[in-house]
């Protein structure tokens, strides 16, 4: 496949910080005196204790903080979080960006926006109805058409997607439920890598870019939407690369890429995720109706292009989805991009019938690619065109990806949508792959990713862009890739 390069059409204003400060060195307890490594602050520091309103500056490393109404972070400042801060939501407020937002913690000391003392129903047994996890406890993060940037290093964010009382910026409306992560300014960027999402309701998605570049890297995600929204959404002239996340029981889907029908287009660079169990919920929850034909894994529609490689998709609902048609089964669509859309050497297991029925999604426009796994050709008819029905038996339950710790494959007679469904978390398991997975050593390295100008900074832009991996999926044999 004629590989290409996505170029970003967004010119980035990187906001100079005029008033960094570096926190004072400490002492060890052992006698010996070492430095630690020195944490950046912005203006001055935010007291620990309640906190609400205007606010601008730093949230001091491991220190703890009550959000107690919403906050707002007027144009031209910044707020930032050290590692180890620990903000508890009182309620359903959020965080109202005018200006720019900083997060970094430390693999061993990260940042935490969460509800204190609220446990997680992390079992198959539990009615997802009842589950916290979708109860939406308090808002999000809202960027504004003058945010220059939104960066997320190490952070777990948990229980999002209240709904919004007074909204205050562009994006965010009264009654409208919250993304964990919106942004709106095309000059402007959200880095967000090595991270952790946990809950949401219908925002759009846990991450809703709707302008601007991004990097949204090595995360994971768990338990993202009710009865709609998916883990990541880009569209509406973002330019990025969404890669070697770990989406787990997304309500739609894992990744959309959606321009909105708008004359500025996506240039997406999906690879080397690993997707699971997807595009249940809004099937149970949201009506079946309004969500025939949608939600699985990856859907590209509304005018976005992509480049999509290496991403394992396992037990969703539906595979690689290309809008190619007006109106799918009663609802009316927007048709891709076709032209500039490149995808191969995907991975797809399915555990039941009406799964892999949908690897190429009847209707549809996507393409089977003799690199995909299974190969296409040893089920697929002779003379099969796009968009038709086949007949799916002869890879269920094939081509075991052989995760560490997770049992596949799943005995689904009791029904594929109810038992996937609740199978959304991460806890208890293990998605690295085993010796002899038939993903190690799969994977396409010989494609660009997108270009962006998202500067390498520590604090204020990407730390770095991992390059495609050999292996297929989110973790790579070699260590690199996800490492959360």
Same mark, same amino acid.
């Given at each position: ?305 992509? @480049?999509?490689?290496?991403?394992? #998709?396992?037990? +969703?609902?539906? !595979?690689?989805? *290309? %809008?190619?048609? /007006? =109106? ?51 089920? @697929?008819?002779?003379?099969?065109? #796009?968009?038709? +029905?086949?007949? !799916?038996?002869? *890879? %269920?339950?094939? /081509? =075991? ?84």
């Amino acid at each position: 496949m004629k590989q290409r390069d996505l170029k970003g059409n967004a010119l980035l204003v990187y906001a100079g910080m005029t008033c960094l400060l570096f926190a004072a060195a400490s002492c060890s307890k052992s006698g010996g005196s070492t430095v630690s490594q020195a944490q950046r602050q912005v203006a001055n520091a935010v007291k620990p204790g309640n906190v609400s309103g205007t606010v601008k500056g730093t949230f001091l490393q491991d220190s703890t903080y009550f959000v107690t109404g919403d906050i707002v972070v007027n144009k031209g400042d910044t707020i930032l979080f050290q590692p180890g801060a620990k903000i508890y939501m009182t309620g359903n407020y959020n965080f109202f960006l005018h200006g720019n937002l900083s997060s970094v913690g430390t693999k061993t000391d990260p940042v935490w926006f969460t509800v204190q003392n609220q446990q997680k129903f992390d079992n198959p047994s539990e009615d997802p109805l009842q589950d916290p996890a979708y109860k939406g406890f308090w808002g999000g993060f809202h960027g504004d058409s003058t945010t220059s940037f939104i960066v997320f290093k190490y952070t777990h964010i948990e229980f999002t997607g209240g709904i919004v009382g007074t909204a205050q910026t562009v994006g965010s409306k009264n009654g409208g439920y919250s993304p964990a992560i919106g942004f709106f300014n095309i000059n402007g960027f959200v880095d967000v890598e090595d991270s952790w999402f946990y809950g949401c309701i219908d925002g759009g998605a846990a991450i809703e870019n709707k302008a601007g570049n991004y990097n949204i890297m090595r995360n994971i995600f768990e338990k993202v939407g009710n009865v709609g929204s998916e883990c990541v959404e880009v569209a509406s002239g973002t330019t990025g690369n969404i890669a070697y996340n770990l989406m787990m029981g997304s309500c739609t889907n894992g990744v959309k890429v959606s321009s909105n029908g708008t004359t500025y287009q996506d240039s997406a660079c999906v690879y080397n995720n690993t997707i699971l169990n997807s595009g249940y919920r809004r099937y149970l929850y949201g009506g079946a109706g309004n969500a025939m034909g949608r939600g699985g894994s990856i859907d590209i529609e509304q005018n976005g292009k992509a @480049l999509i490689y290496n991403n394992l #998709l396992v037990n +969703d609902r539906i !595979g690689l989805r *290309v %809008v190619g048609t /007006g =109106n799918y089964q009663g609802n009316a669509l927007v048709v891709a991009d076709t032209a500039h859309c490149y995808y191969g050497y995907n991975y797809n297991y399915g555990d039941s019938l009406v799964i892999t029925d949908q690897f190429y999604p009847p209707g549809l426009l996507t393409k089977p690619m003799s690199t995909d796994i299974p190969t296409p050709s040893n089920y @697929l008819p002779a003379g099969y065109t #796009l968009g038709a +029905d086949y007949d !799916g038996t002869s *890879v %269920v339950s094939a /081509g =075991n990806p052989k995760f560490v710790n997770y049992p596949l494959p799943i005995n689904l007679s009791a029904g594929a949508y109810a038992t996937l469904d609740r199978l959304a978390y991460v806890s208890g398991f293990d998605f690295h792959l085993a010796s002899g997975s038939p993903a190690i050593g799969k994977g396409n390295t010989s494609f660009t990713v997108a270009k962006t100008k998202i500067p390498i900074d520590p604090s204020f832009g990407a730390t770095a862009v991992t390059p495609p991996g050999t292996d297929i999926g989110c973790y790579q044999t070699n260590g690199s890739g996800l490492g959360n």
